[in-house]
């Protein structure tokens, strides 16, 4: 297929993807705003749901001093000069969409304008200010049906692989952010904290991955911080996790790498190390190296990973926007 | 002035709008309302529009769709067959001879100066020999009519014409909110036109190409106008969209950049102006085409369809010629016949147009989209004396025709039916042979008594349907 073609399906997907995982993290800062502070912790829900997100650098306002609810909702919804603002990412995955629709079936295609004209009316109405949880709903009910008619209709051919790689790439960056929340929140050595409130934030991250109930089937027991590292980073069997999340990248690729591309080998040889490693690894060697070291580590790499595919698939330069013009 | 009026005979409303006239009087044109809403809805939701360039416009902006469709009995139907393909090979035949030997301008048919000096004339193409000798595989065809049997040819579209998807999205979502009035096979089917557009752009392959041909449609991108046109087309024949940077040209061949390495493209239906289809040998800042490419058409590496070049027809002046050009090459009389035409380069006919332009249509020979003309009986005196003023600085570049009294069709407004002037652009394809699909694209004036149907000044869009044999 055409390498353009490969990459907005990439980008289309990856879009989809963070416009949810944004509405999941307002959804975390809120439930946190929720819950008494801690007096000596370094700084506010708000401040570190911005972080997470990857949004610092754009964030208008002072972030340490400044992040409330509205600042930070108004930034992550609405502000079309962030390139991860829900708006923006709706745009972004309608007009990957547009231009690629060739590659994709009307369902999809339907599913993604009717979200983009939704939200005109959506924010029109000021629906994120007045009930900011059932906008928030809406932003993931919208995801969900874009990811049900992409499985529900499109081929399972290689425009189908970069689809799900995007989204994977892209549910691995926004797991270990999730996860790297705990580290601005709290204090950095994750062992050092306990007790109640440190157990209700644990949660609320949990949540935020759309997690507890897996926990509660899977541990059987209650919420601890060893656990929720162990379910969102190790577990093979939750659908957010990063052990899942690099498991699917690596057979999406191994389902287009080109056995005689030597280029596209080499990448799909990294990312089967990076799996077996995740494999063999386990939350106290986690814990020893230190958790926000790891999620670190872990996000370079992985970007690292994506920018790569992208180079072997010929879409890795930035892509040309074609300019405007008038035919008959 | 006399109107025609299709839906009528004598004032009877005729037996080919009978079913509409029938299901009108059954439901009323309030239920018509209604369902132009919902038709209105589905083709935002296909994403059908058209961008229009003017500022604060909506890109996505829909072409108004009119529900009542415009009908052709077989036999007025033979008239604009006939005719279009006539005058689709002649047009062909033209574009190879200006190009090669020139023998109608030794002939001294056509003046050679109005072609070699007409900036759609190409001198980088003199010489080359496209597959079978078709340089405009489809040709937009613009007829209007003033009687039940009485069709002009209004303009040829040689260059890249436009709107087939409409016809055939115009007809899905008629056939879908209205099945009952397609029941028993009286309206002819446009399924095809996607097998007829690859056919002939297999049936043009180059010299070079071995094995099937691998074909491609290069799309300006989706900020384009017509971009839904593209995806629709390239969809509709299952090939790849492409845009200019998708491609590459290395010894004279050309390339598809692909996740699995560069795939050789054999024809290309290019959607880019001529003028931006190759920096290096035509305009040198263009972004959107492909460097070399021309070198590896004339390589006989690649068919571009349309062949650059062809639209020196288009030009309103060399279209006064088309019906010799008929004669010349078929040796037949046109079967359509042109709209008597003043030409504003010869000093007698100019002195005409001067002393009569409140009555004419006045338009710029190089000019299209409907933009910068004079439509005389419905301009004011100062519009008038304005556009005088144009003429008097370059009359060479205009031509004047009568104001033609276009046939009407009704539309529904919300006062009910009216009736509005319309035009047709049936689409001639021409490669192994030449083919039509039995329908056009019926572009109808929204508003009352306008003479002007172009999508881009606020024209609109009807289905077309053409009776089967038998049912009149």
Known sequence: MLSRVAEGLFWMSRYVERMENIARLLDLGRRMDALPTRENAPLSEWTSVVIASGCSESFPHDLKTEANMATVADHLIRDEGNPSSIAACIHATRANAKAMRIALSSEVWEAVNQTSSELRQQLQMNRDQENLTAFLDWVRGRAAIIRGTISGTLLRDQGYGFIELGKWFERADATARLLDVKYHVLLPSVTDVGGGLDYLQWTQILRAANSTRSFRHIYRRSVDPEGVIDLLVLNSKSPRSLLMAIRNIYHELSMIALPEDPKQQVVLAKIRGRYTQLMDLTVDEIFSIGLHEWLTDFIVSTNLYASETADVFGFGAPATQSQDQNSQ | ??????????????????????????????????????????????????????????????????????????????????????????????????????????????????????????????????????????????????????????????????????????????????????????????????????????????????????????????????????????DLMGIDLVEGADLFVENDVVYMRTTGGPERVDVLYRRIDDDFIDPQVFNPDSMLGVPGIIGAMKAGNVTLVNAPGAGVVDDKAVYTYVP????????????????????????????????????????????????????????????????????????????????????????????????RHVDLRPFVLSGEGTVMIPSGLTRVALQEGSLVVNSSQGGGVKDTWVLNEGWL
């Open chain 2, 1 to 234: 002035m006399q109107v025609y009026n299709e839906m009528y005979r004598n004032q009877e409303v005729r037996a080919e709008y009978h079913a509409i006239k029938e299901w009108l009087d059954r439901h009323g044109p309030e239920a018509l309302l209604e369902r132009s809403s919902e038709a209105e809805e589905m083709f935002r939701r296909i994403g059908i529009t058209f961008a229009v360039y003017v500022e604060g416009g909506d890109p996505d902006r829909l072409i108004p769709f009119d529900m009542i469709p415009r009908v052709f009995n077989a036999q007025e139907w033979n008239i604009v067959e006939s005719g279009s393909i006539q005058r689709a090979k002649a047009l062909n035949a033209f574009i190879s001879d200006v190009y090669g030997a020139g023998e109608i301008l030794k002939a001294g048919i056509v003046p050679e100066g109005l072609i070699k000096n007409n900036p759609a004339y190409l001198k980088q193409m003199e010489g080359y020999a496209p597959p079978r000798d078709i340089w405009s595989h489809i040709i937009g065809v613009d007829i209007v009519r003033t009687g039940e049997e009485e069709f002009f040819v209004l303009e040829d579209n040689c260059r890249t014409p436009s709107g087939v998807s409409y016809v055939l999205q115009n007809r899905e979502v008629m056939s879908r909110m209205f099945p009952q009035l397609f029941m028993g096979g009286r309206v002819r089917a446009v399924d095809g036109y996607g097998d007829h557009l690859a056919a002939a752009m297999n049936a043009v392959a180059p010299a070079n190409c071995r094995g099937k041909p691998v074909l491609a449609l290069l799309t300006p991108g989706q900020f384009n106008s017509a971009y839904y046109e593209h995806f629709y087309l390239a």
């Open chain 2, 324 to 419: 010799d050009m008929i004669r010349f090459y078929l040796g037949e009389e046109p079967v359509i016949k042109n709209v008597p035409t003043y030409r504003c380069d010869t000093a007698d006919q100019y002195a005409y147009v001067l002393d009569n332009l409140a009555e004419l249509v006045v338009k710029e020979v190089h000019g299209s989209g409907g933009y910068g003309m004079l439509v005389g009986p419905t301009s004011t005196k100062e519009e008038i004396e304005s556009f005088r003023k144009k003429l008097e600085a370059s009359p060479a570049n205009y031509i004047a025709q009568p104001t033609l009294s276009l046939s009407t069709s009704p539309v529904l407004t919300a006062q009910g039916l009216a009736p």
